[in-house]
């Protein structure tokens, strides 16, 4: 499978600890987006990476999440102290920035239940 | 701010049904317009991109088309496996430089045999 993949694809955790999720996408992709998705709402853009570069952070992303690419590969992003109100549908998305234009080709995403 | 608004919420059809999702959207300059499909507990699947006015893609049963205003996504003779969420977004240049996807809500889709 050549698709971006997410891991977990669930994850329980209970108020106050710290969770991670790793991306991994399409190889030789080098633009690579998160975004976050609650029930019965589109998903929302969090911070995007060109390469191993962040340069840009929604004003989702409080001071809690941290996300990191290194070497410009896999992706990771960390909740910490997390919340209930972090409950949610995180996705990646890839893409290549070429002569026609860009496509985003998502995960199928880590659900995040916080107690 | 760009905005995208998707209707109706819902549309239950009969298979074989034809209907139309409408997608309208403000932004300052339109830089691509995108219809995903999204099962439940899956990531958002694509399907097209258009860019400008008149511009219409096909894909088996699908076809999306573009106004300056507004995208419709046309389902002709439906079937139970075109049941899913569709989602539309438009490409929204950031000042550092990102291409985020602005999404709407989406139309939840389902046919019934």
């Known amino acids: 499978d050549t698709g971006v993949s997410q891991n977990p694809r669930h994850k329980i955790t209970k108020r106050g600890q710290n969770v991670t999720f790793r991306c991994d996408p399409i190889?030789?992709?080098?633009?690579l987006y998160w975004y976050r998705q609650t029930l019965g709402q589109g998903p929302e853009f969090l911070t995007y990476?060109?390469?191993?570069?962040?340069?840009?952070k929604s004003r989702l992303l409080s001071d809690r999440f941290s996300a990191e690419r290194p070497k410009g590969s896999f992706s990771t992003l960390e909740i910490q102290r997390t919340e209930q109100g972090d409950s949610a549908m995180y996705l990646c998305?890839?893409?290549?920035?070429?002569?026609?234009?860009?496509?985003?080709?998502f995960g199928p995403g880590t659900r995040l239940l916080v107690l | 701010e760009d905005q995208v608004t998707q209707s109706p919420e819902a549309l239950r059809l009969q298979e074989g049904e034809s209907s139309s999702l409408n997608c309208s959207y403000t932004?300052?300059?339109?830089?691509?317009l995108f219809w995903y499909r999204q099962d439940p507990g899956k990531g958002p699947e694509f399907l097209f991109t258009?860019?400008?006015a008149g511009e219409e893609k096909e894909k088996e049963r699908l076809k999306a088309t573009l106004t300056k205003k507004e995208s419709f996504l046309h389902i002709t003779a439906p079937k139970p496996e075109d049941s899913a969420t569709y989602l539309c977004?438009?490409?929204?240049?950031?000042?550092?430089?990102?291409?985020?996807?602005?999404f709407g809500k989406g139309t939840k889709l389902t046919v019934n045999p």
């Open positions: 190889s030789e992709h080098n633009r």
């Open positions: 990476f060109q390469n191993e570069a962040q340069l840009e």
């Open positions: 932004v300052s300059g339109l830089r691509g």
């Open positions: 258009l860019y400008s």
């Open positions: 998305a890839s893409s290549f920035r070429g002569i026609g234009g860009e496509t985003q080709y």
């Open positions: 977004a438009v490409r929204h240049l950031t000042q550092g430089g990102s291409e985020k996807l602005v």
